[in-house]
């Protein structure tokens, strides 16, 4: 089935993002995990891997375990960083051979430890250069590329962040899946932008639950993701953990009701390896 076509229906598909692992315990945490988030029905599953492509063995591993349980759709991520077009090239030969059938291309973050992104001799430097590989030399993947709703952390402006996300489109991007927001106006906002500017694939909002108010403060700086203040009002009433539970599930599940209600496409989950947020937030709503 291609990426694009689970986009295709008045279905609003869902996916969910995993990471590799450092354990084998973990790992063992990771499936039981998948068989529980795999009866809400998604449409696939799709691994991160670690920084400078540390992991990336472990996040096939991860993605052939996916689909030993759930013989679902999987996505591999697959960043420029530290990478020769060569190794770009091999990564994907050995994805394509354990049969992953998307790829989610990025450009990737700066490696620890320096300021901006620098492609290494004989690498890529933007994530178009990436999607044009993979449409050149392995045309059967689909291909995710990331949004950004708030704009990239180093994008000068909104509309040179757009130009960007449309040079992928245009190399062959198949859905644009966004970064994590917590306010669905800045979805809509980047949705019709996108619009504007002529993009026509699938936008696909990320959620993320916050559960855990200090490690959301953590990851939505390193975005530069807003938290509204009403939600950080509310997750501060109480410091117990089943008390930041609670409220960021119910935050998450408005989103999600109201993204629903409001014509988006798909939901692409950030659920951190584990699944007692992500089935909370959608247990009993109509797809």
């Not at 029905?41 to 063995?57: E, L, N, V």
């Not at 050149?136 to 950004?148: E, Q, R, S």
């Not at 807003?226 to 998450?252: C, R, W, Y």
Request: with cysteine; aromatic share 8%.
């Amino acid at each position: 089935m291609s990426l694009a076509s689970h986009y295709a229906t008045s279905h609003c598909a869902i996916s969910f993002e995993l990471f590799p692992p450092k354990t084998e315990a973990g790992l063992n945490s990771l499936c039981e995990n998948v068989a529980r988030l795999t009866k809400f029905g998604p449409s696939f599953f799709t691994c991160t891997y670690g920084a400078g492509g540390s992991t990336q063995g472990t996040t096939l591993d991860v993605l052939r375990r996916v689909r030993e349980i759930t013989d679902l759709p999987v996505a591999s991520h697959l960043t420029c960083v530290n990478a020769t077009v060569s190794q770009l090239e091999d990564y994907l030969a050995k994805a394509k051979s354990q049969q992953t059938d998307y790829i989610v291309a990025l450009r990737g973050d700066p490696p620890k430890g320096t300021e901006r992104f620098e492609a290494v001799e004989g690498g890529l430097c933007y994530a178009n250069e990436l999607v044009e590989l993979i449409r050149a030399k392995f045309n059967d993947f689909g291909i995710a590329v990331a949004g950004y709703p708030e704009v990239h952390q180093e994008a000068p402006d909104e509309k040179t962040d757009l130009e960007n996300l449309k040079r992928k489109v245009d190399a062959g991007a198949d859905v644009v899946i966004t970064q994590l927001f917590y306010n669905n106006d800045d979805y809509y906002r980047f949705r019709d932008r996108c619009v504007a500017a002529g993009i026509t694939v699938p936008i696909v909002p990320g959620i993320l639950p916050v559960t855990n108010f200090k490690q959301a403060l953590r990851i939505a700086s390193m975005c530069k993701a807003n938290i509204p203040e009403s939600l950080q009002q509310a997750m501060n009433e109480h410091d117990d953990a089943d008390h930041q539970f609670k409220t960021g599930v119910e935050h998450a599940r408005k989103q999600t009701i109201d993204l629903i209600e409001q014509g988006a496409p798909g939901i692409h989950y950030y659920v951190l390896n584990k699944s007692d947020a992500a089935a909370a937030l959608l247990d009993g709503l109509s797809w």
